[in-house]
């Protein structure tokens, strides 16, 4: 049996279900949050970036996202 990876990027669907928003809300924080991290385009958002930009603990949100 392989081990199970923790996934570190975060995406629109688990944004959804963190803040309760639309898909839409979610892809566009996605880019808010990328663009005041200077992050590029192709560049992805990880759960800890999420949680530090949202004021969220990361424990708090660790059972909602699954791999």
């Known amino acids: 049996m ?3 990876t ?3 990027c975060i995406y629109p669907k688990d944004i959804q279900i963190i803040t309760g928003k639309s898909e839409r ?3 566009h924080l996605i880019i ?3 663009t005041a991290l200077n992050k590029e385009k ?3 958002l990880t759960i800890r970036e999420f949680c530090t930009y ?3 603990p990361y424990e708090s949100i660790q059972g909602l996202i699954t791999n």
């Open 42 to 44: 192709h560049q992805v």
């Open 25 to 27: 809300y979610s892809r």
């Open 6 to 8: 923790a996934r570190i």
């Open 32 to 34: 808010k949050i990328k």
């Open 2 to 4: 392989k081990p199970r």
């Open 54 to 56: 949202m004021g969220i």
